[in-house]
């Protein structure tokens, strides 16, 4: 990425806990582009995001939002921040309409007609206390919440739960719209990567605290492959071309970044060669074995 003043910068970030350490994540975000986080569940995904909103304290590294520290700075860097957690939070004897007045305030470009105009489109009834609705629904309000402030920067952790598949597709046509103008950004972490097919221009890849990727889109797809082949032609060395191999009775599928040493590795054996997608890169990265068991596997 080229952009010198980009709207989302981490750096050499870590943090640790007792049974689990993110470790030197370096990435960056320019203006009128989504970013696609993915990884498994307890990757460091939501930890980032808790960094980068100054919930969590970075224990080493530099993150930087619109060019400012967000742990000395928080309260400025969230005022222009769009926040949408798989799990919304807001006081639950409230009414939709009661919330959004509370939070509103918080934020200088708050639009009260857009929230309405949002909340209407979203099918979310503004009288109905919080704790009344579906989860759905909830997510709904918050994202009308944070799509009405017209924010720099929309932080999505997971937001997709909950959501029909016919709002799914309106809500991705609409960041694409958010992006167009060039200044805002998207950060949207998701476990459904067809969703990220369809919006996302670059993907960050943490796994296990670690980051494995960060890249275009384009990239990431034109580099990986899946090579399918018998479990003969696996050896010490043939081993290390791929970033992760499931094996069994049918002999094994891996995946690999580096499709034309593969090739000349296997030159004159049987094998075969398809197009690996995110949601490949995602299941193999980091496997091995049979049943594609995956080494150092935890749950944090």
């Known amino acids: 990425m080229s952009d010198p003043n980009p709207i989302l910068e981490l750096r050499g970030v870590g943090k640790a806990y007792e049974s689990f350490a993110l470790r030197d994540v370096s990435f960056s975000l320019p203006r009128g582009y989504i970013m696609g986080l993915i990884g498994p569940n307890g990757a460091g995904k939501t930890t980032v995001i808790k960094m980068i909103l100054a ?17 000395l700075e928080g309260e400025a860097v969230r005022a222009r921040i769009g926040f949408v957690h798989e799990n919304p939070v807001f006081h639950s004897a409230l009414s939709a309409e009661r919330a959004a007045a509370a939070v509103g305030p918080f934020y200088p470009t708050w639009d009260e007609a857009a ?13 109905g206390k919080l704790k009344t ?9 918050a994202l009308a919440v944070a799509l009405a402030h017209n924010a720099d920067l929309l932080l999505l952790d997971e937001p997709s739960s909950g959501l029909d598949p016919a709002f799914r597709r ?24 067809s969703d990220l097919d369809r919006v996302a221009d670059y993907i960050t890849f943490i796994q296990d605290g670690v980051l494995r990727i960060s890249e ?12 399918k082949g018998d ?9 290390t071309l791929f970033v992760g191999i499931v094996t ?9 970044a580096d499709v034309e040493a593969v090739r000349d590795a296997f030159d004159g054996e ?17 496997r091995t074995g049979p049943g594609g068991l995956r080494l150092h596997d935890h749950s944090v």
Do not use: M, Q
Not at 248 to 256: A, H, I, P, R, S
Not at 275 to 285: E, I, K, N
């Open 115 to 127: 929230f309405r105009s949002l909340a209407k489109e979203f099918g979310v009834p503004l009288s």
């Open 231 to 239: 479990v003969a032609l696996l050896t010490e060395a043939t081993r």
């Open 248 to 256: 069994g009775d049918f002999g094994f599928v891996g995946l690999t």
């Open 133 to 141: 609705l579906s989860h759905g629904t909830r997510t709904r309000f």
């Open 55 to 71: 919930l969590v304290r970075p224990d080493a590294g530099r993150i930087r939002v619109f060019g400012l520290d967000p742990t």
């Open 216 to 227: 275009t889109k384009e990239e990431v797809l034109e580099r990986h492959a899946l090579v």
């Open 170 to 193: 309106g809500l991705l046509d609409r960041l694409a719209g958010v992006i167009e103008g060039g200044d805002t950004a998207v950060l949207f972490s998701s476990h459904i990567t």
């Open 270 to 286: 049987s094998f075969v060669v398809d197009p690996a997608t995110l949601d490949d890169v995602v299941f193999y990265t980091g």
